[in-house]
T-cell receptor
Framework: EDKVVQSPLSLVVHEGDTVTLNCSYEVTNFRSLLWYKQEKKAPTFLFMLTSSGIEKKSGRLSSILDKKELSSILNITATQTGDSAIYLC?????????FGTGTRLQVFP | SQTIHQWPATLVQPVGSPLSLECTVE??????LYWYRQAAGRGLQLLFY??????ISSEVPQNLSASRPQDRQFILSSKKLLLSDSSFYLCAWSPAGGAGYTFGSGTRLTVV
């Protein structure tokens, strides 16, 4: 059975801290791994990773995929209160997207 | 450009009443369409997906059904709602082949 596991389930940090969120998967017909940020409503897209070892960056956020280890990490440096959200990892097959349970990040001033 | 519309944004329904949530996509053809459900503070659970008109795959047995009467229309239904159907429902689409997913704005359903 396909599964995507995220850790930790929740994380509480102070502004300025650096955080690393983990995602591991066991999915047949892997096509891509995606990271989303969800605040109030619909998830918003962060990154899509298809190749192992190539880091993608957007401002203070970065992510990398390790196909050998079947995992990915999402790093957020110099966290801000606006980073507080649920971060979702999902693995894309050709027919569907399978989500992990998410990591709830809370950043306090 | 492609857009996805999902409505209503919020819905309060009594137990035993029917449900119909609609999702439409514009600006593309033959999209893959998805219905997800999300419990509070949790990840997204895939309920149904469709790769073409009339083709529906169900991921979990439940009190819900889905239909795709037109290429860019995906409907989530129930004949009789249960209290446990209260949740946040999200529609999504991707191009055929699955590269890139876009979500609708979601429907918060409360069954009372």
């Amino acid at each position: 059975e396909d599964k995507v596991v995220q850790s930790p389930l929740s994380l509480v940090v102070h502004e300025g801290d650096t955080v690393t969120l983990n995602c591991s998967y066991e999915v047949t017909n892997f096509r891509s791994l995606l990271w989303y940020k969800q605040e109030k409503k619909a998830p918003t897209f962060l990154f899509m990773l298809t190749s192992s070892g190539i880091e993608k960056k957007s401002g203070r956020l970065s992510s990398i995929l390790d196909k050998k280890e079947l995992s990915s990490i999402l790093n957020i440096t110099a966290t801000q209160t606006g980073d507080s959200a649920i971060y979702l990892c999902a693995v894309g097959r050709s027919d569907k997207l399978i989500f992990g349970t998410g990591t709830r990040l809370q950043v306090f001033p | 450009s492609q857009t996805i519309h999902q409505w209503p944004a919020t819905l309060v329904q009594p137990v035993g009443s029917p449900l119909s949530l609609e999702c439409t996509v514009e600006g593309t053809s033959n999209p893959n369409l998805y219905w997800y459900r999300q419990a509070a503070g949790r990840g997204l659970q895939l309920l149904f997906y469709s790769v073409g008109i009339g083709q529906i795959s169900s991921e979990v047995p439940q009190n819900l059904s889905a239909s795709r009467p037109q290429d860019r229309q995906f409907i989530l239904s129930s004949k009789k709602l249960l209290l446990s159907d209260s949740s946040f429902y999200l529609c999504a689409w991707s191009p055929a082949g699955g590269a890139g997913y876009t979500f609708g704005s979601g429907t918060r359903l409360t069954v009372v």
